[in-house]
Structure formats: structure tokens, C-alpha cells
């Protein structure tokens, strides 16, 4: 098949000395990035983060999809854990490991596309954006997500060169594993289409067996997931109009944030890079080159830009079609002085930095950070929070550990895995609303447990529906100023039922 997507300029092709060396030298830059980020985490006082807690518990019962999203990421806590443990670092390694990865594909793409000059700023740039910075120190669906994505315009463009069949089948797989990552993925098959829709030739590909080959083999990995979906009503799908707002617009749209937040996620720098990458692209639309980083970057902001308008979305939402964007403010960039480039980059730098240190700033000044300066409050606190409920369960042996919402069900679960405690969500809704009451609720029927109940809410109508309820301790957790961790813990006794 002729190779129309590989169009280069002979000024761009880099010697073969030149692009090991740039190859080579991002491999020692990921490492130790990787290594400085291994070494930070344990400095920051954080523990897991309300969904890294959430995940893994997912991790500790194996399954083809949960409640907000399809299995990938429990699957991975579970290997790392399986080898290193269930601590910090542990339960974050395959995040730690997938973004620096992410960086060396993208180091291929750009190279692949214009050259190694390229390839190499743009994979180092990516591992220093501010949402890698963020990302790169918790467990999530993004770093699968982002993963799959690279590997699959990598994969998109071998296969359509080479035409073989495994790499179609390669083509196929990634996009498979991408969607049981995070659903995001299949937002993949609209840019590739679109792709191949640009050019006479390409669309050839439509009537090739491999694309359909990969089609179905994609198909075939996502379905156990679908498969489960069925069997528990479509907790996924329910969640997904929820947080979208699909059923009417009850939200106002909050586009100002959003792109704000496309602007932290790149950095500013290469956030305006990206403005003159994108008019640089749409001038030169006709070069095969642009028109794929157009397709993979256009589409998926266009669609998350709309519901953003519409409703509300997410700033990560559009994650993927950043990686694109990114290698286009990159391509800018370089056709100008290189103190550009270098600029955008340290202003990144400065960035991770001063969030990864900002407690060691006020350690040195001797004072203590206040929680309205700290960008890692989120993760602060539960572990101290945990050490006062343990007792209250080694004193009540064969209470059930009862919770209201899955962020405290979650950071019992991890901080108190030691103690495998036996736990149930309070679920008084006809639908779940969290993991936890599709998965372990609280059933509809009378019961002699004792139950103990940690909870940061007003706690009446749980205690109105046991014949016995006592508050058997307030717990107040100082984390750091303004920034407390509470709850009452109550022993139930008599459960009636929810009605």
C-alpha cells in the first residue's frame, strides 16, 4: 500500500547519531523524573486520594467493570500491589510508570511525523505539562487512557503504512484495552475516521480487512465489560448521564473553566503554542502531517467544549486530544528562537516545583502551610482519621463498619486493610449511587448486627431506622490550619429496614 501519511522535508530529516542521542538522553531525563517523583510523594504527608482509595478496593475484588468505569486501572493496582504491597507508592506505581511511557510515544509520534528534534521536545514537554505533574503523583484512569491513546496513533499509522495484519490487530488491541481503561477511548474511532475520511486514498482503508479486523477484535475485548454492564443494569451508564447531564440541562455550562483549565493543563506557555500551532495546521491543512494532529485534537475538544456550553464538563475530560495539541505547540515553537521552547518548558517546571515544595517553603520559614495554599489537601488527613477509628473497631469485634458515602467507605477500606474489616454501605436509594452500594449495600431487611457507623454527616435518619443508636465518639483530626478531618462514630444496634 503507498505510503501517503509519512511526508517529510528533506531540511527535517535528522541523522540516524543525532536521533539516538536525543533518544537516549530522553530516557535518562524520563528516568530520573520518574525517580525525583518515586523520592517527592513521600515528603508531601499525603495518602491515597478519595478515588485512588476507591480503586483500590476495586483492586481487591477483580472484576470486569465497577460502578464509574471499566476495569483497567484495578487491574493495574492489583499487579503493582501484588508485587510491592498495598502501600503509597504501590498503589500510585502504575501511574508513576504509564506517564513517562506516554512521553516516550510521543517522542515516536513526533518523530514520526516531522522529525526527532521534534519528537524529543514533545515527549519531554508532555512529561512536565502541569496535568502530568498533577496526574503523574496519584493512581488514575487517565494514565491508561493517555497511554493507549499515543500507542494507538503510533499503531494507526504503522498499520496503514505497513498494511499487516498484526499491525491492524496491534491497532485493535490498544483501542480494546484503551476503552476498559476509560470510555474516552472510543472518542478514538471519530478522530481515525475522520483521518481517513481527509484523503482520497486513505479512504481506501474503509474496504481493507485489517481496519475491520481491528474493529472487531476491539469489539471482542470491550464486550466482557458490556457483559457486566447488562447484568447490573448499567451502573456505568447511569453514571455517566449523571455527571453529563444528559437527562436535562440542570447546570449551568462552566466553559470559562474549562478552557482555564485546558490552559493549566498544558501550561501557559504551550497553551498559546497550541493557538499558533493550531493556525499554523489549519494553513497547511492540506499536508497529511497536520491533518492527522488536526483530526486527533480538534474533535474531542469540539465535543467536550459543546457539553462544557451545554451543561458542565470536566477539565480532563478532553485529556487526549491535549497529547496532539501539545506536539502542535511544540512544531510552533520550533520555528522560533529556541529561548521560546525553553521558556515554555521552565515556566512548566517552575510550576511542578512549586507545588511539589510549597510545603518545604514554610517548613524552612517555620511555619505551618495553611490549607488554602496547598494544592494536596484533598489527600491530607484520612490516615490520622483512620488511626482514631481503630480502636473503636477493636472494641467492638463483630461490628459491621458501616459508611454514608463512598470517600469515607473508601479511606476506612485502605487505611484499615490491615484489619479486613466487614463493612456494608448504607444504600436507601432504588438505585445505587456510589460503588460501594452496588457492590456491598446495607440489605433492605431487619437485622441483630451491631454496626458502626462513621460518618461526617447529620446523622438522624440512619440512627431513626435502628432500635438502639449511640455516639460513641467525635473525632476531630487538626491536618494542618484550616483544614480538619471529622466524624461521629455511632454504635447501631436493631437495624429495621430502610422504610
Known amino acids: 500500500m503507498e505510503d ?3 511526508i517529510r522535508f528533506a531540511s527535517e530529516e535528522a541523522k540516524p547519531s543525532t536521533r539516538l542521542a536525543q533518544a537516549w538522553l530522553l530516557l535518562l531525563l524520563l528516568a530520573l523524573l520518574t525517580a525525583y517523583r518515586l523520592w517527592i510523594i513521600p515528603r508531601l504527608g499525603v495518602t491515597l486520594y478519595i478515588d485512588e482509595a476507591q480503586y483500590w478496593t476495586w483492586a481487591q475484588n477483580l472484576d470486569w467493570g465497577y460502578f464509574s468505569k471499566p476495569p483497567v486501572v484495578a487491574w493495574l493496582i492489583a499487579a503493582s500491589t501484588a508485587v510491592f504491597g498495598d502501600g503509597l507508592l504501590a498503589v500510585k506505581l502504575p501511574s508513576l510508570l504509564l506517564y513517562p511511557a506516554t512521553a ?17 521536545r514533545t515527549g519531554l514537554a508532555f512529561a512536565l505539562i502541569p496535568i502530568v505533574s498533577a496526574l503523574g503523583l496519584a493512581v488514575s484512569t487517565d494514565a491508561p487512557l493517555l497511554f493507549c491513546w499515543a500507542a494507538a496513533m503510533l499503531c494507526l499509522l504503522h498499520a496503514i503504512e505497513r498494511d499487516r495484519l498484526r499491525d491492524w490487530l496491534l491497532l485493535g488491541a490498544v483501542v480494546g484495552i484503551g476503552i476498559m481503561a476509560k470510555y474516552t ?3 478514538f474511532a471519530a478522530s481515525a475516521t475522520l483521518y481517513l475520511l481527509g484523503d482520497a486514498k486513505r479512504r481506501r482503508v474503509f474496504a481493507h480487512p485489517g481496519l475491520w479486523a481491528a474493529i472487531v477484535l476491539a469489539s471482542l475485548i470491550v464486550l466482557p465489560n458490556i457483559v457486566w454492564n447488562w447484568a447490573n443494569d448499567f451502573p456505568t451508564l447511569r453514571h455517566t448521564a449523571d455527571i453529563t447531564h444528559v437527562a436535562g440541562n440542570d447546570k449551568s455550562g462552566n466553559l470559562g473553566e474549562f478552557l482555564l483549565a485546558q490552559v493549566g493543563s498544558l501550561g501557559p506557555g504551550f497553551a498559546f503554542a497550541f493557538i499558533g500551532g493550531l493556525l499554523l495546521a489549519l494553513r497547511k491543512w492540506r499536508d497529511a502531517r497536520y491533518q492527522f494532529v488536526l483530526a486527533f485534537s480538534l474533535p474531542l475538544l469540539g465535543i467536550v467544549f459543546l457539553q462544557a456550553m451545554r451543561s458542565e464538563a470536566n477539565g480532563n475530560w478532553a485529556a487526549p486530544a491535549l497529547l496532539t495539541a501539545l506536539l502542535l505547540g511544540v512544531k510552533w515553537l520550533a520555528r522560533l528562537k529556541n529561548r521560546w521552547w525553553v521558556g515554555a518548558m521552565a515556566l512548566n517546571v517552575v510550576l511542578m516545583l512549586g507545588a511539589y515544595h510549597l510545603g518545604d517553603y514554610f517548613a524552612l520559614r517555620g511555619e505551618a502551610q495553611p490549607a488554602k495554599l496547598d494544592p494536596l489537601k484533598r489527600a491530607k488527613g484520612w490516615d490520622q482519621l483512620a488511626t482514631e477509628v481503630r480502636p473503636l473497631l477493636a472494641a467492638h469485634p463483630g461490628a459491621l463498619l458501616l459508611a454514608e458515602d463512598r470517600t469515607m467507605m473508601a479511606h476506612m477500606l ?4 490491615d484489619l479486613k474489616p466487614e463493612h456494608a454501605a448504607w444504600a436507601p436509594l432504588p438505585h445505587p449511587a456510589d460503588h460501594y452500594q452496588l457492590s456491598v449495600p446495607l440489605r433492605d431487611e431487619p437485622s441483630s448486627r451491631p454496626m458502626l457507623l462513621v460518618t461526617r454527616n447529620d446523622n438522624s435518619s440512619v440512627a431513626s431506622r435502628f432500635a438502639r443508636s449511640e455516639q460513641i465518639a467525635r ?14 462514630v455511632l454504635l447501631l444496634e436493631g437495624f429495621r429496614g430502610y422504610k
Open 185 to 187: 477511548m472510543a472518542a
Open 414 to 417: 485502605y487505611e484499615l486493610r
Open 4 to 6: 501517503w501519511t509519512r
Open 475 to 488: 473525632i476531630v483530626v487538626e491536618v494542618e490550619p484550616g483544614l480538619k478531618r471529622e466524624a461521629s
Open 104 to 120: 516516550w510515544l510521543m517522542f515516536r509520534l513526533g518523530e514520526r511525523l516531522f522529525d526527532a528534534r521534534i519528537g524529543f
